[in-house]
């Protein structure tokens, strides 16, 4: 089976430093990998996502996610912070082997931007 | 606009009286699929539809129901809310055939059950 986990369910940071959300996951096929990220009284939205080729993906609003088969990991990055990227953050992984689309979701994490 | 349109956005109900919250797509897809969302446990599926009259159970389907008729629409139907099924739901839906199709996700239903 499957599984998403999320390390820190909460980050926070200040507005103009590094943002680094940390992504692990297990499966026993080759993943495919997302990242989305949920506004308040919104749905999910989705920032990037890894199939297959390069493993460094870029995605929507200057985020980039690097995939790392040897440590399974997956982890969300932005350069410097700005308040509108305050929000929740999953990270998702499909089942590429299954017949079902299902996202297995991490728990998330609540990414705070200090001004 | 390409959308995923839930309804009602928000319900206060009492246990036993039967609700449906509906979704509808305009995309054309094939897949539609219904999560719930719970402090602290993410976002687990509840079912799922890979096409018309074709749809199958997620991970937590207890207490649930669901049709698929229509390709636009995929309802969830609570034939007898329970005060543990007080939660946010969201549909979801996107192209079948590919794994790597990212799914569209509505706003959101926010459902308590008193």
């Known amino acids: 089976a499957q599984s998403v986990t999320q390390l820190g369910s909460h980050v926070s940071v200040s507005e103009g430093a590094l943002v680094l959300l940390r992504c692990n996951y297990s499966?026993?096929?080759?993943?495919?990998l997302f990242w989305y990220v949920q506004y308040p009284n919104q749905g999910l939205q989705l920032l990037l996502k890894?199939?297959?080729?390069?493993?460094l993906v870029k995605g929507i609003n200057g985020f980039e996610a690097e995939f790392k088969k040897s440590e399974t990991s997956f982890h969300l990055t932005k350069p410097s912070a700005h308040m509108s990227d305050a929000a929740e953050y999953f990270c998702?992984?499909?089942?590429?082997?299954?017949?079902?689309?299902?996202?297995?979701f991490g728990k998330g994490t609540l990414l705070t931007v200090n001004p | 606009e390409a959308q995923v349109t839930q309804n009602p956005r928000y319900l206060i109900t009492v246990t036993g009286k039967k609700l449906t919250v509906t979704c509808s797509q305009n995309?054309?897809?094939?897949?539609m699929s219904w999560y719930r969302q719970d402090p602290g446990l993410g976002l687990r599926q509840i079912y799922y539809?890979?096409?018309?009259?074709?749809?199958d159970k997620g991970d937590v389907p207890e207490g649930y129901k669901v049709s698929r008729k229509e390709k636009r629409n995929f309802p969830l139907i609570l034939e007898s809310p329970s005060p543990n099924q007080t939660s946010l739901y969201f549909c979801?839906?996107?192209?079948?055939?590919?794994?790597?199709?990212?799914?569209?996700f509505g706003d959101g239903t926010r459902l308590s059950i008193l």
């Open positions: 539809s890979m096409n018309v009259e074709v749809t």
């Open positions: 979801a839906s996107s192209f079948a055939g590919a794994f790597n199709q990212p799914q569209h």
């Open positions: 890894y199939t297959t080729g390069a493993t």
């Open positions: 998702a992984v499909i089942n590429s082997g299954g017949s079902n689309y299902k996202l297995t």
């Open positions: 499966s026993s096929v080759p993943p495919y």
């Open positions: 995309m054309n897809h094939e897949y």
